[in-house]
């Protein structure tokens, strides 16, 4: 059998949550260097430490989720700040029941409030997700995904009788 490796990264939207961090960090830093008149040598400490932090701030709130497929296996990592990387997800094709079109009638008739959802799309509006829903021996997990034209084909390939391809 032929051997199928795709990979596909998309950058999250910053959430509003993530912004607030990242104006109050810099609210922060304004804070310590303004406080150097009186705290001196202290408040440009206390400066140097907020910026560091800001900076963490900023890669932390900077998300991309890569997805890989290696024959019949997706995975999904996280990557922060585009260098910390941690694997997030990891599915068995074979384990699929549908994969198609997130707002599909078919996708939509099988979520239940037992399930569990795993959302790794860039949250944007108007952008395709699919989502694949999982059988697995832990329950069934529905994982929503926004996968480029050649990581569709090659689900495609690897499960055709599962695999929904939207008409977008």
Do not use: W
Not at 71 to 86: H, L
Not at 137 to 150: D, R, S, V
């Amino acid at each position: 059998m032929e051997e199928t490796f795709v990979e596909y990264i998309v950058k999250t939207k910053t959430s509003l949550s993530a912004i607030g961090i990242r104006i109050g960090c810099i609210f922060i830093v304004i804070c310590c260097f303004l406080l150097t008149a009186v705290l001196g040598i202290l408040g440009v400490t206390l400066g140097v430490l907020a910026i560091y932090l800001t900076y963490m701030a900023f890669q932390m709130t900077s998300v991309e989720y890569e997805y890989s497929i290696l024959n019949s296996e997706i995975s999904v990592d996280k990557i922060m700040g585009q260098r910390k990387r941690k694997k997030v997800a990891e599915f068995d094709m074979k384990n699929a029941e549908i994969m198609a079109d997130a707002d599909s009638e078919e996708i939509l008739r099988r979520v239940n409030n037992g399930m569990k959802v795993l959302d790794y799309s860039s949250r944007k509006a108007g952008k395709l997700k699919y989502a694949i829903i999982f059988n697995e021996a832990n329950g069934i997990t529905e994982m929503i995904f926004e996968p480029n034209e050649k990581m569709v084909e090659a689900l495609h390939k690897i499960r055709p009788s599962i695999v929904r391809i939207a008409n977008r």
